[in-house]
């Protein structure tokens, strides 16, 4: 079954850091835009980054300069580098799978909590 799998979210101080990963399997992974999306309590899904098939990149203002993330089409997994976490940045964090005819493929999810 085609899934992203994330992993790698925790418990961190405010101003640290943390790098969740997603494993892809079961579809073709160079193929498709991947993205990580985050959910915080009582509130809406957001689109924290994008990255294409060719490594282009777009973040979201909010995390803008703090969060990086890549791909690695060899082994199938995509990346994001926290830095400076926020206690706003608190939320379940999401991989999405989207390729040129709109298939999606959502992982999970990762818990990422920012707490002194």
């Known amino acids: 079954q085609a899934q992203p799998l994330e992993s790698g979210g925790g418990l961190v101080q405010p101003g640290g850091s943390l790098r969740p990963s997603c494993a892809a399997s079961?579809?073709?992974?160079?193929?498709?835009?991947m993205s990580w999306y985050r959910q915080a309590s009582e509130k809406q899904r957001e689109l924290v980054a994008t990255?294409?098939?060719?490594?282009?990149?777009n973040t979201a203002d909010s995390v803008e300069g703090r969060f990086t993330i890549s791909r690695d089409n060899a082994k199938n997994t995509v990346s994001l580098q926290m830095n400076s976490l926020k206690a706003e940045d608190t939320a379940v964090y999401y991989c999405?799978?989207?390729?040129?005819?709109?298939?999606?493929?959502w992982g999970q999810g990762t818990q990422v909590t920012v707490s002194p």
């Open positions: 999405n799978a989207r390729n040129i005819v709109s298939r999606t493929y």
């Open positions: 079961g579809f073709t992974f160079s193929t498709y835009v």
């Open positions: 990255i294409t098939r060719y490594g282009g990149t």
